[in-house]
């Protein structure tokens, strides 16, 4: 059974940093595309990162360009969301997801992605 499973959210300050995870499970994460999308309290789901199966970004939110990354640890079958720099508006429940496909969606339409993970929380306030 293919699953995502997210952890590493939490309560931030603004300015701080935190690394989101994304383990997979039923399939390797390098045969796919996976994206990162996060939604706020009253607000659509919104695509942030994706990374193709061999490894190329793209970035779907212009507000995290510079401050998030996308890394993937093949051995571990994990994905990484590294977010520096944040800011208040980043607070939302972020998600991972897979397309099966090996390329990213040119944009990020929910209904590209196949399987979803159950989110993590992510609050930056003082």
């Known amino acids: 059974q293919l699953q995502l499973v997210e952890s590493g959210g939490g309560l931030v300050q603004p300015g701080g940093s935190l690394r989101l995870s994304c383990a997979a499970s039923g399939f390797t994460l390098d045969s ?10 009253g607000k659509e789901r ?10 190329d970004s793209t970035n779907y939110a ?3 360009k510079d ?6 640890d093949n051995a ?8 520096n720099s944040l800011k208040p508006e980043d607070t939302a429940v972020y998600y991972c ?3 099966l496909t090996t390329l990213c969606p040119p944009t990020p ?3 590209e992605y196949d399987y979803w ?3 993590t929380q992510v609050t930056v306030s003082s």
Do not use: H
Request: aromatic share 18%; charged share 15%.
């Open 109 to 111: 339409v929910i209904w």
């Open 97 to 99: 997801a897979v397309s």
């Open 67 to 72: 401050r998030f990354t996308f890394s993937r």
């Open 32 to 41: 796919y595309a996976i994206g990162w999308f996060r939604q706020a309290p």
């Open 76 to 83: 571990k079958n994990t994905v990484y969301l590294q977010m």
């Open 62 to 64: 212009d507000s995290v």
């Open 117 to 119: 993970g159950q989110g």
């Open 46 to 55: 919104e695509g942030v990162l994706c990374i193709t199966s061999w490894g």
